[in-house]
């Protein structure tokens, strides 16, 4: 994530959820001041990132958070029906509920199959819609594979905001062949991009990521993306959040006084 970037460190998976929970509610109060700032909060599914959710829900009923002031976006999503269990959207919200407002107007799904007729069209009305705000805080869960929101290694992205993948039964995703997801360019956009990652079986993915963001590295147009989480960054600031089985591989810094 380039200069400046943090790596928080739990002891493991349950320290890591719960801190999760605890620093992103933290970060919208604060983002949200006095009550009167909107948030616009990026999510992505994932299992650590369901467990957080589920927390956050705890959580929130004892701090200032105005919920209905909380809008929600996706990072990626099946296209397919909108009741479909496969919709990361569908499968979130149940656990968002507490910590954003039920309204339909404070949730932003990514168009389903229910919407339109292919993935392609789909992408382009969701970057048109995020083309509107700026995203404050893109939350991500990155795989043991190396996926990060709909990105997969070996992708070849567009300089678009947000693309569509259709047909693609040969791909890294066969339970889900059409779906959409946020590019490079797009996650990049938001002020802060948080990125979880658990277990040892994530420690390569990690390294590798973290040492394209250290280089600076930029995702190009039309070139496979080798790692796509070594090319993402936030605008303003950007971190990992990890345990010890993920940082397995990180170098280890010791602080003597």
Same mark, same amino acid.
């Given at each position: 994530? #380039? !200069? +400046?970037? @943090?790596?928080?460190?739990?002891?493991?998976?349950?320290?890591? $959820? /719960?801190?999760? %929970?605890?620093? &992103?509610?933290?970060?919208?109060?604060?983002?949200? #001041? !006095? +009550?009167? @700032?909107?948030?616009?909060?990026?999510?992505?599914?994932?299992? $650590? /990132?369901?467990? %957080?959710?589920? &927390?956050?829900?705890?959580?929130?009923?004892?701090?200032?958070?105005?919920?209905?002031?909380?809008?929600?976006?996706?990072?990626?999503?099946?296209?397919?029906?909108?009741?479909?269990?496969?919709?990361?959207?569908?499968?979130?919200?149940?656990?968002?509920?507490?910590?954003?407002?039920?309204?339909?107007?404070?949730?932003?799904?990514?168009?389903?199959?229910?919407?339109?007729?292919?993935?392609?069209?789909?992408?382009?009305?969701?970057?048109?819609?995020?083309?509107?705000?700026?995203?404050?805080?893109?939350?991500?869960?990155?795989?043991?594979?190396?996926?990060?929101?709909?990105?997969?290694?070996?992708?070849?992205?567009?300089?678009?905001?947000?693309?569509?993948?259709?047909?693609?039964?040969?791909?890294?995703?066969?339970?889900?062949?059409?779906?959409?997801?946020?590019?490079?360019?797009?996650?990049?956009?938001?002020?802060?991009?948080?990125?979880?990652?658990?277990?040892?079986?994530?420690?390569?993915?990690?390294?590798?990521?973290?040492?394209?963001?250290?280089?600076?590295?930029?995702?190009?147009?039309?070139?496979?993306?080798?790692?796509?989480?070594?090319?993402?960054?936030?605008?303003?600031?950007?971190?990992?959040?990890?345990?010890?089985?993920?940082?397995?591989?990180?170098?280890?810094?010791?602080?003597?006084?």
């Amino acid at each position: 994530m #380039g !200069e +400046g970037a @943090r790596v928080f460190r739990f002891n493991d998976r349950n320290d890591l $959820v /719960a801190h999760t %929970a605890r620093l &992103l509610v933290d970060r919208l109060v604060d983002l949200q #001041g !006095e +009550g009167s @700032r909107r948030v616009q909060l990026c999510v992505s599914g994932g299992p $650590v /990132a369901f467990d %957080a959710y589920g &927390l956050m829900a705890e959580i929130i009923p004892s701090t200032s958070l105005d919920r209905d002031l909380v809008e929600v976006w996706w990072s990626a999503d099946c296209f397919v029906a909108t009741d479909d269990d496969r919709r990361v959207s569908l499968r979130t919200l149940g656990r968002l509920a507490g910590a954003a407002s039920p309204r339909s107007a404070n949730t932003h799904p990514i168009p389903s199959s229910d919407d339109f007729d292919d993935p392609e069209e789909a992408a382009f009305h969701y970057a048109q819609d995020l083309s509107e705000i700026t995203l404050d805080v893109c939350l991500l869960e990155l795989s043991p594979t190396g996926q990060v929101a709909g990105l997969f290694p070996g992708h070849v992205v567009t300089d678009a905001t947000v693309m569509g993948i259709a047909d693609d039964d040969d791909g890294p995703c066969a339970a889900c062949p059409d779906y959409v997801t946020l590019t490079p360019r797009g996650i990049n956009a938001a002020r802060e991009v948080w990125i979880i990652a658990s277990g040892a079986d994530s420690a390569e993915s990690v390294a590798t990521a973290t040492a394209g963001q250290a280089a600076g590295e930029v995702a190009e147009p039309g070139v496979p993306l080798a790692a796509p989480a070594r090319y993402l960054h936030g605008a303003q600031w950007s971190c990992w959040l990890v345990d010890e089985g993920a940082a397995t591989l990180l170098p280890q810094h010791h602080c003597q006084l």
